[in-house]
């Protein structure tokens, strides 16, 4: 396909404009998905914000965005599994195939990924984008490309909840209620965890946590998070803790409210990337920590959840922005997290 493309691109921090770039040509083993629906992650708000997420430093001009679906409009010489017109969801991440951790079946720990919108791959707020076939992956009539393009942040959920061995009779508790923390629960609901229980400080997010399945929510700035976790459980403290909020206080909480051996699973990043956690009390526990980078082997089983009804993505959508306006959407979804749960640009 030939011509050019609107594209949003990052020119400096907090500073993002639409440009027009030419439609990119597939290679043999790619297929060129006209993009209809961009989730807006927290890590795109954090580039956007601050212009680096540890190691990874944004060089302008750069393109965000990584969580897409939409429709093929061209397959390359080799694609073999799909056509022209069918609607996909595209997995972010290219690895080599060839490492130790991609023989393992690791795939998300090679070292030479390129990952969507991770410095210095640009990403998808854009109108199309060619992307190695094998990453597309064809969604059935009953799921649209927006839910297609929810199927990223739900693997991540999915993958905490598989580390954690979530299962029917245990008690969960979930630190955090923004997006990851939401498709958590929905994960660890449709593996038959039979309690949940949702932290947060934001009224929105957990009511929003309530609509999408919670049995209890606790507002750690109103109560004592401990204290109420133990009153829920009994005194005995949950089974299995998904920590999503990075933070040194909810982290600390999970140990605390922790019954002994119980499971934690990590997700959520600190600022600083460091944490002072009281690992007596885990020692003395016997704590099983458990930690999560990405997902891998997970599109085909998300999609299926949400194509049988196990799991309703698009519910955690609280607003939608269209791509002429990125730059209001991004700064709208930094300056009102306290109401903005999760935003998805509509490309097209």
């Not at 029917?168 to 609901?189: R, Y």
Request: with cysteine; glycine share 10%.
């Amino acid at each position: 396909m030939q011509g050019t493309m609107k594209t949003a691109v990052m020119t400096a921090l907090k500073k993002v404009e639409i440009q027009q770039r030419p439609i990119p040509q597939p290679k043999e083993d790619e297929v060129l998905v006209k993009v209809e629906y961009v989730g807006v992650c927290g890590s795109d708000l954090h580039y956007y914000e601050s212009g680096r997420i540890g190691d990874f430093i944004v060089e302008t001009p750069f393109v965000l965005g990584h969580e897409a679906g939409g429709t093929v409009v061209e397959v390359g010489s080799n694609v073999k599994n799909l056509k022209v017109g069918d609607r996909v969801a595209l997995e972010p991440g290219k690895t080599c195939g060839k490492c130790e951790f991609c023989k393992q079946g690791k795939y998300n720990l090679c070292k030479d990924v390129i990952f969507f919108a991770t410095p210095p791959v640009d990403g998808v707020f854009q109108e199309y984008v060619a992307h190695e076939a094998g990453l597309c992956f064809k969604l059935p009539d009953n799921v649209s490309t927006l839910e297609g393009a929810l199927i990223e942040p739900l693997a991540v959920g999915m993958h905490a909840a598989a580390q954690g061995d979530a299962h029917l009779g245990q008690t969960a508790v979930v630190t955090g209620a923004g997006c990851i923390g939401l498709v958590s629960l929905l994960s660890l609901k449709a593996r038959g965890v039979s309690k949940v229980i949702v932290v947060d400080v934001m009224d929105k997010r957990l009511e929003k946590a309530k609509e999408l399945g919670a049995d209890y929510v606790i507002n750690g700035m109103k109560e004592d998070t401990v204290a109420r976790i133990m009153e829920i459980t009994g005194g005995r403290g949950f089974d299995l803790g998904i920590e999503t909020a990075g933070s040194q206080i909810t982290a600390s909480q999970q140990i605390k409210a922790a019954n002994k051996g119980a499971t934690i699973v990590f997700v959520g990043y600190s600022a600083s990337g460091e944490m002072t956690l009281p690992i007596g009390m885990a020692l003395d526990k016997e704590l099983t920590f458990k930690t999560v980078f990405r997902y891998r082997n997970i599109y085909p089983t998300a999609i299926e959840a949400v194509s049988t009804g196990r799991i309703n993505i698009k519910d955690i959508v609280t607003n939608y922005f269209e791509l002429d306006n990125i730059q209001e959407a991004l700064t709208e979804c930094v300056e009102d997290k306290a109401n903005i749960v999760k935003g998805v640009i509509k490309v097209c």
